[in-house]
């Protein structure tokens, strides 16, 4: 049985959260191997609908082993509130796992993100204000407090410690605030400590047990390749690894034992935050793929920025996952648009360009070179067999996916499970 591992193809807000929840009852552990509560996913079952955050889609699937890795940064006070919300609408949480391993959110971080935000000013990133940079940041320095520090109050207490050590200076000296106190935030944390430690486990020692006994897993990725730390277009990036590659490092499951690699995107393209992104429409036709599409974010509520579809973005997206499989959400949002542009290379300073530019300046002036593609009129939301899209919409995936170089195996005429033509399953 399979290791997948899905992940964002563009900017984020693919709906990578339905392309998880709806392998459904087939899988046995779902894995949220990077990010934080900046994620947000919206999930539509029957009549209702789940915003999660912290929590991996499959947390909603009964059955279905929901596991934070060691990738993940916690935020303790919506991990329980996140819980709480699920269980009070009757979905049981008690399957929930989590990594001794991830970093936590302390609450200085969080305080230090938005007064970094503040002191970038005009070159602000537009985070989402929930502490995840200032806790990578953390992790990498070698002072980050980790889930297994709850259970050692002393051990805590000199991390807690030597971290504030710098915070408070960087928070008094630099941005003008009030310092922690070592007791209070330490005290904080160690309040969570009972309440999680059943929950706790070895991620990686579990997850290769259950490849080895043919378990199912998917590893379901927060945010996207263009968010990406590494690959992303930085610094307008979040903090983490996005990409495939950091499934195994955000598990403990090495590369080997991942079967497919499953890129999400939309049938056009958002995003939120500052950055460069050449296809962005700033006119009507932006405001329309707002408006048609609900594209307003889940974690921030802020509107989506919006541009047609990215081809560059795509193949880079397939060679840096090496994808084996694209799922493509929403081509339901471009019905009605009579020639549908698609982006399928750059121009920079006069020349063409197939692939991503390494430079960001140049990504910054990148023109988009379209070629238009005939829409459709007609109601797809109801299709469920490719063969029943109207033509032009076939067209439009088949060039996709020639323009992408990645097959798109699965197609999101609407939000709900059901809507969705699979052309290829992402599980034999
Ligand atoms: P994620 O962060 O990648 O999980 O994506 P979000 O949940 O932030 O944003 C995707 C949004 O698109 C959600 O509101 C989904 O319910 C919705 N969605 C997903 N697939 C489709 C689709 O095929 N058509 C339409 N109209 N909406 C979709
Ligand atoms: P999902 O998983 C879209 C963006 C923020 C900002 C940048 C850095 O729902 O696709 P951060 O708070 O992470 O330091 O912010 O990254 N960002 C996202 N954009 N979808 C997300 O998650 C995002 N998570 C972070 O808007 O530009
Ligand atoms: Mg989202």
């Given amino acids: 049985m399979p290791a997948i591992v899905i992940v964002g193809a563009q900017w984020g807000d693919e709906g990578k959260g339905k392309a998880s929840d709806q392998l459904g009852t087939q899988v046995d552990y779902v894995v949220k191997f990077n990010g934080g509560n900046n994620a947000g996913h919206t999930v539509i079952v029957g009549e209702e609908s789940f915003a999660l955050h912290l929590l991996p889609a499959g947390i909603l699937t009964p059955g279905c082993t929901a596991v934070i890795g060691n990738g993940v940064v916690v935020d303790l006070d919506v991990l329980f509130e996140e ?209 048609v599409g609900g594209e307003y974010g889940t974690t921030t509520g802020r509107p989506r920025r919006c541009g047609w579809y990215d081809a560059v973005v795509a193949r880079f997206a397939t060679r840096v996952n090496s994808l084996t499989d694209i799922v493509l959400t929403k081509l339901d949002v471009l019905t009605g648009i009579e020639q549908i542009p698609v982006c ?38 109801h299709c469920r067999e490719f063969s029943e899209l109207p033509e032009n919409a076939q067209k439009y995936i088949l060039r996709l996916e020639e323009l992408s170089g990645c097959r798109i195996s699965s197609i999101g005429v609407g939000p709900e499970r059901s809507q969705t033509i699979v052309r290829y399953p992402l599980m034999d």
């Avoid at 935030?185 to 006994?213: C, F, G, Q």
């Avoid at 530019?357 to 910054?364: A, C, L, R, T, W």
């Fill in 344 to 381: 399928v290379a750059y121009n920079i300073d006069d020349g063409r360009v197939e692939d991503m530019p390494e430079n960001q300046s140049d990504m910054h002036h990148a023109e988009p070179i379209y070629e238009y593609l005939p829409g459709w009129d007609e109601d797809i939301s």
């Fill in 83 to 291: 819980i709480a919300a699920l269980e009070a609408r009757g979905v049981d949480t008690s399957r929930l796992r989590i990594s001794a391993s991830a970093h936590i959110i302390p609450a200085y971080n969080k305080r230090l993100d938005s007064a970094n935000e503040r002191l970038l000013g005009k070159r602000k990133i537009g985070t989402t204000g929930r502490g995840i940079g200032p806790t990578y940041a953390d992790k990498m320095n070698r002072i980050g407090i980790r889930i297994q520090d709850l259970f050692d109050p002393s051990i805590l207490r000199q991390k807690v410690e030597g971290a504030l050590h710098r915070k408070n200076a960087e928070l008094v000296h630099i941005h003008g605030e009030e310092p922690f106190d070592v007791d209070d935030v330490t005290n904080e944390l160690l309040s969570y400590a009972d309440r999680i430690k059943p929950m706790v486990i070895n991620v990686s020692a579990t997850l290769n047990k259950a490849l080895d006994d043919g378990e199912t897993v998917v590893f379901e990725g927060g945010q996207a390749v263009m968010l990406d730390i590494d690959h992303g277009t930085y610094p307008f990036v979040t903090s983490s690894a996005t990409t495939a590659a950091g499934a195994c490092t955000g598990s403990g499951v090495g590369p080997r034992r991942i079967d497919r690699v499953v890129g999400v995107a939309k049938a056009y393209v958002t995003r939120v935050g500052e950055g460069p992104f050449p296809t962005e429409l700033l006119d009507e036709a932006g405001d329309r793929l707002r408006e």
